[in-house]
């Protein structure tokens, strides 16, 4: 059963009594006597609460009271109660502020009741950790009410048969949707109430499907329709394992499904682990919650990266020399850590000033650093540097007294919970200094710059840890410190005179930023005015329009996207149906003609306004019809919802139920081609606090939608560097160059001939690096080294069309389901961004059996046969399916190995549609003879090398009978790997173990030939 261990009776028996009022007496959770949950005290409520709506800026309970203004006593303590209810299932709001609220609401009325001591001590244990249940506290109760006042409508039997039935009970609560959204949490936290022995104490139902895709294989016939059952299912199975009433979100279940956080479980073995002299000696267990921890880091690291604006002005690096498999080149590490510093910052100020988070053996600490304190680095030379920059970097700190230390302190004191420090890891949740003033004034004196530290921390410890929502944290510590981050900069003047802020002045005030609604709300007043007129360009109307765009352009989320662009249309030549304000991320789409943008849809009759994630039409209209341009979009959008599901959480609903009111195509379009809204009337507009969290959800969607990255690789054997999440960087030619041996000529040739022909493919011997070329390739047509836009696939002969475009598959309930392979997959997702390049590597293209893994694509991978214009219908489509086409900006890359035996020739109908590019050994290369060099290798033996090898290959060459040209053996087999150290006998290994090897097989009918030539190649060669 789903009932967790540890719970105590209390809170049980209050769900019970929940339950009973709510779904059965429709009496009084605290008033027993009374009956207040009836249907017609749940309509009033619903007229006063639900009708007059208001989820704007203000405290809820003052706006909560004003909604019920004229209400009578009973509809006052039925407000108070399902207060109650709403705020039983979250851990965020503590047990005496629930209690509290509550109370607050009761004293409205004529007669306050008692709180009774089974509700006291039913909210005394917390459930679940969930910020939604405070943040739409005004969704969940209108959601509340609008189910419940559907309940009591239901006939009584049809009642009784749902509470006999738990999963039709939950069908039945989740067919009931508030229009304005953000309900979902409270659907998922209703059902745990009412059934706590069927339904887990889950909120979030993104969490609940990635439960069960992680124990897809407990389940005995796969995943059902009935996710809860599942869920059920797996409980039962996991229970020997982790004993009965375990708990999802915590060790040893949620390591095996949520992605790396930090549990006390981990911190507990890393304490335990200190006790070892040496890395080492910690047991696999401690090892793997090192590991956690530091992959933990990295998620939570690039987090606020994220926050920050990524990694074009910001480092993130983590544990010092820390490999998870060896420690710290052996040794322990005392703590591990990630801290982002500005890249300007990296040499003068050392990396100063940090956000950072530390974990240790004592908890977790985070916050901002304006100085790494000397006393943690172990290099007296970095202990004298920071020193030396000590007060130049606090020199830019804002003075305590000042506007933005006013600012910063207010928005700590809310927050709630800082420590103000002398350095980071001091003994937990102290503070030296009583505020923020105070240790901004210490910091500005000499004996602060003598210190030459600092911090304002947080803290978890113990089984705090385990509640923590640590993302919502670090999101939090980012927004706030960002100010600072940003105004210590090591090339600015040394001096505090350039930084501080003038003395206020009574007569100036700051320019406060006109709220978004109000430019809106002008905007479309304008527009009114002139719409039924000629179409004319009018200075009051583009002026608002103006106006509009340019306080769009200032809401953080855009403005951190230095590629985002924001057009307004009211129509060209006409006015427009439908009027719009597009943001385009302009690596993907430069027109809202094609690919995937944010858009906000004014309706025909200017009284409504949609923000959508959408997709543009014109060019599908144009190349396909309305009928399958309308199909495509359908597509796309179904696609698109499962990876932006988490939108609904943020109160967008994820279908294409809009009305623009238009009767036009285009606005048929608009509505079909929606894949997330959420709307507003005039006389609602969001504040711009609401306004700037809606774009920030649906801008973090748009990038997933568009170009979703890959999990995180583990750490490269060299353990003295630092794995770091590393945006894209650029890639050019002089860095493709530096890394490969052609000559500048010959690469720009082959970029022409991709460019222009958009499939090739490398052929060449053993050994001459197609696969590493290949990738510097990619990394060339992208301009980017973005690992997110190349898919890499390898041919065999077991390979089908069925992997790689289209097939039936089994679905794990004894059928088969229809599926997409990996190259329509990757397609799908070029799709979504048509001003992005794709590369697709096909590695031993010669190996499968093309005609049969390619299929129609033979026609659709021709360039001139790209786009929506030549889609065909698949082999397995079903009649109503959209048609497949390769889009325009996906690039083919063919690998092939010239010396293998084994594999036919590659199709002539292949041929012609791809330009073969051969790689020759480049041991006559000048780059080759300086790699070598630079790894240690002795000159005499770089000689050598190159003698033999152009011997061995010309004669392999010249023998047309057997072999040929494409059988030489390539320069990679002599390439050093990472860590290399030569000795006297690196040439006799690659020579006996790797070229000899081939040579036999070569020559497998003459082996006296290939024995001669072994020891021709070792002759001389101890040097």
């Given amino acids: ?38 249907l017609e005290s749940l309509r009033q409520f619903h007229s006063l609460f639900v009708d007059r709506f208001d989820d704007g800026q203000g405290n809820f309970l003052e706006k909560f009271k004003k909604q019920l203004e004229g209400a009578n006593n009973d509809i006052v303590q039925l407000a108070a109660e399902l207060l109650y209810v709403q705020q039983f299932f979250t851990s965020l709001t503590g047990p005496d502020k629930k209690l509290e609220n509550v109370t607050t609401i009761l004293s409205w009325g004529a007669h306050s009741p008692q709180i009774p001591r089974w509700a006291v001590e039913g909210v005394q244990h917390k459930i679940a950790a969930d910020q939604s249940f405070n943040q739409h506290r005004p969704f969940h109760l209108a959601w509340l009410s609008e189910f419940l006042i559907h309940w009591q409508e239901l006939q009584a039997v049809t009642r009784d048969k749902l509470l006999s039935d738990p999963f039709g009970f939950a069908k039945d609560v989740r067919s009931i949707e508030f229009e304005r959204g953000a309900f979902q949490p409270m659907q998922e936290a209703w059902l745990h109430i009412a059934f706590p022995e069927t339904f887990e104490s889950i909120s979030s139902r993104n969490d609940k499907k990635q439960i069960r895709d992680a124990f897809y294989d407990r389940l005995t016939k796969g995943p059902s329709e009935n996710i809860d059952a599942d869920l059920l299912e797996i409980r039962n199975k996991l229970t020997e394992q982790a004993g009965a009433g375990f708990h999802f979100y915590r060790s040893p279940i949620v390591e095996q499904w949520k992605e790396a956080n930090l549990y006390e479980h981990d911190i507990d073995l890393i304490r335990q682990s200190r006790s070892r002299e040496k890395y080492a000696d910690f047991s696999a267990e401690e090892k793997a919650a090192h590991k956690r921890v530091h992959e933990a880091l990295l998620r939570l690291g690039q987090v606020a990266l994220d926050e920050l604006g990524g990694p074009r002005n910001y480092v993130l690096k983590r544990t010092s020399g820390f490999h998870p498999e060896s420690g710290i080149r052996g040794g322990k590490p005392k703590d591990l850590w990630f801290g982002i510093y500005r890249k300007e910052n990296e040499d003068k100020f050392l990396g100063n000033p940090q956000i950072f988070m530390i974990v240790s053996g004592r908890g977790i600490e985070w916050g901002f650093s304006p ?86 921390t947080r803290y978890a410890l113990g089984k705090e840890i385990d509640g923590l929502e640590l993302v919502e944290e670090v999101k939090q510590m980012t927004q706030l410190f960002k100010p600072l981050m940003e105004r210590i900069i090591a090339e600015s003047p040394p001096t505090a005179a350039a930084f501080k802020e003038p003395e206020p002045i009574e007569s100036v005030s700051p320019v406060a930023l006109t709220p978004f609604g109000e430019l809106l709300r002008a905007f479309l007043q304008e527009l009114s005015l002139v719409r039924g007129g000629p179409f004319q360009k009018t200075d009051p109307l583009w002026n608002a329009m103006s106006a509009v765009k340019n306080r769009l352009e200032q809401f953080e989320p855009v403005q951190s996207r230095p590629n985002f662009q924001v057009n307004i249309s009211v129509g060209q030549g006409n006015w427009a149906t439908v009027p719009w304000i597009a943001i385009l991320n302009t690596n993907v789409t430069k027109s809202t003609q094609e690919g995937v943008y944010i858009v906000f849809l004014i309706s025909k009759e200017l009284n409504r306004i949609f923000l959508t994630l959408n997709q543009g039409t014109t060019n599908l209209v144009q190349e396909l019809g309305q009928r399958e341009a309308q199909k495509q979009m359908l597509d796309v959008a179904s696609k698109t919802r499962s990876v932006v599901s988490e939108l609904a959480s943020a109160g967008f609903i994820l279908d294409n139920e809009i009305e623009l009111g238009g009767g036009g195509w285009l606005a048929k379009n608009y509505e079909i081609g929606t894949i997330a809204h959420i709307d507003f009337g005039t006389d609602n507009y969001p504040n711009d606090e609401h306004m700037n969290a809606l774009l920030e959800a649906l801008i973090k969607a748009y990038d997933r939608a568009v170009d979703e990255t890959p999990s995180e690789t583990l750490p490269t054997k060299d353990s003295s560097l630092e794995t770091q999440a590393i945006e894209a960087e650029a890639y050019r030619i002089e860095d493709a160059l530096s890394e490969l041996f052609l000559e500048q000529a010959q690469l720009e040739h082959l970029l022409t001939i991709w460019d222009a022909k958009k499939n090739i493919i490398l052929q060449g011997a053993p050994g001459v690096g197609k696969s590493f070329v290949a990738k510097r390739l990619a990394y060339l047509i992208l301009g980017q080294k973005d690992s997110s836009r190349i898919e890499t696939v390898q041919f065999h002969q077991s390979y089908s069309y069925e992997d790689f475009v289209q097939g039936y598959r089994p679905n794990g309930k004894g059928g088969f389901t229809l599926r997409d392979g990996v190259f329509h997959r990757f397609c799908e997702k070029a799709r979504l961004s048509p001003g992005r390049k794709h590369v697709f590597i096909i590695d031993e293209i010669n190996r499968g059996n093309l005609s049969k893994i390619l299929g129609e694509l033979m026609l659709l991978v021709e360039p001139d046969k790209r786009g929506p214009a030549w889609a065909t219908s698949l082999t397995y489509a079903q009649p109503d399916e959209p048609r497949f086409f390769v889009p325009k900006n996906v690039y083919l890359l063919g690998m092939m190995n010239t010396a293998d035996r084994s594999l036919s020739m590659v199709d002539y109908a292949l041929r012609r549609r791809f330009s073969f590019i051969s790689l020759e050994p480049m041991f006559g290369s000048s780059k080759f003879r300086s790699l070598l060099a630079d790894n240690g290798i002795p000159q005499p033996m770089i000689d050598l090398i190159v003698s033999r090898m152009i011997e061995l290959n010309v004669a392999i060459g010249e023998d047309r009978a057997n072999l040929g040209p494409g059988y030489r053996i390539g320069h990679s087999f002599f390439v050093p790997i990472e860590d290399f150290e030569y000795d006297s006998g690196w040439y006799r290994r690659v020579i006996e173990t790797e070229v000899h090897p081939l040579l036999e097989e070569y020559w497998f009918d003459d082996p006296d030939k290939a024995q001669g030539w072994l020891q021709k190649l070792l002759e001389g060669s101890a040097i």
């Fill in 371 to 456: 100085l790494t304190h000397p006393d943690d680095f172990s290099n007296q030379e970095m202990r004298r540097r920071t020193r030396e920059i000590a007060k130049a970097v606090l020199e830019q700190l804002p003075v305590a007294g000042s506007l933005e230390a006013q600012e910063l302190a207010s928005q700590l004191s809310e927050s709630g919970n800082w420590h103000f420090r002398r350095k980071q890891r001091l003994d937990p949740k102290q503070s030296e200094f009583a505020s923020l003033a105070d240790w901004l004034s210490f910091l500005h004196t000499d004996e602060g710059a003598k210190n030459a530290g600092g911090g304002i």
């Fill in 1 to 38: 059963m789903a009932r967790l261990a540890g719970f105590p009776a209390e809170t049980f028996f209050a769900m019970q009594r929940i339950r009973e009022t709510a779904l059965v007496k429709f009496d009084s959770l605290f008033s027993p006597d009374r009956n207040i949950w009836t």
